[in-house]
């Protein structure tokens, strides 16, 4: 069902892939709501997905873009003001790489290049957009800019490795740019600690079953998904959250607020059960 909540509203949104990326959600559900957008994601992995039958789908041009690069991004933010007819009132950034991770290196034993390149692509390509955005005046007063994150960036999770890190930073970029963009130009900033999610990235990730198992049977409400998590972020977009920013927002069933579920537990002590029997 559709409340027009983004119409007459502009935006970009990066890093939509395929049908399983959120970002993909995001556009679809903007279009409901009566935005209009660019789309925008690298010329490598544009040429691996299928978003231009997003695209079609969604009236929306697509920018090829390398988020860490000062020019592209630059040219991104002019281009979409072009094609949109205006000032921009949304941006999605939902970037994140690890090679570290697909590769399984452990955190204490991890690449120092692809550390590098995992903060500079999964953070600072967000601290990148946002200073140039302002430098631009590229964002309408009461504005909205989110990203995603996870609750990695406060909690250690086995095998979330480097990324961990990017989070964190992250969250603190939006911070201190949501207090800077915010004073000045009433833009509001935030991002959103998703549920583990099974896009294409995530599904790559060494053991992510076991962990969307467990935080199935730790979340009261269960884990969000691709979609709820888009509309999260369309109510983000929405002048219905004016007064929201320099928020980590969890959107997790619960899960981040939890110690230990019966579910939980329940599989734990199965586990314990079946240790002893193995062992008479």
């Known amino acids: 069902m559709s409340y027009n909540l983004l119409k007459g509203k502009r935006g970009i949104i990066f890093g939509a892939l395929n049908e399983k990326s959120i970002a993909w959600k995001v556009a679809e559900q903007a279009h409901e709501e009566g935005a209009v957008f660019t789309l925008t994601n690298t010329p490598i992995a544009l040429r691996y997905g299928n978003i231009n039958d997003l695209a079609t789908a969604t009236n929306s041009q697509v ?3 390398d988020a860490t690069s000062i020019e592209d ?3 991104l933010l002019d281009k979409s003001q072009q094609i949109l007819g205006g000032k921009i009132d949304f941006i999605l ?5 690890s090679m570290n991770v697909r590769k399984g290196l452990k955190y204490d034993n991890i690449n120092y290049d692809f550390y590098h390149k995992t903060i500079d692509i999964s953070a600072i390509s967000f601290h990148k957009l946002l200073q140039l955005a302002r430098e631009k005046d590229a964002i309408n007063e009461w504005g909205s800019v989110v990203a995603l994150s996870y609750v990695a960036a406060q909690r250690t999770l086995y095998r979330y490795n480097d990324m961990a890190d990017a989070k964190a930073m992250l969250e603190s970029i939006a911070r201190s740019f949501g207090y800077i963009y915010g004073r000045d130009k009433k833009v509001r900033i935030n991002t959103i600690s998703q549920s583990p999610t099974m896009t294409t990235a995530g599904s790559g990730v060494k053991g992510i079953d076991g962990l969307m198992d467990f935080t199935e049977r730790m979340s009261p409400l269960g884990n969000a998904t691709a979609e709820e998590c888009a509309g999260y972020c369309i109510t ?13 927002l969890f959107h997790d069933g619960g899960f981040s607020s939890m110690g230990m579920s019966y579910n939980a537990m329940s599989q734990y002590t199965k586990g314990l059960n079946a240790e002893v029997g193995d062992d008479e």
């Open 63 to 65: 920018i090829p873009a």
């Open 93 to 97: 950034h939902s970037i994140g790489m």
């Open 73 to 75: 991004l630059s040219m």
């Open 236 to 248: 983000l977009f929405s002048d219905l959250t004016k007064k929201v920013t320099m928020q980590n």
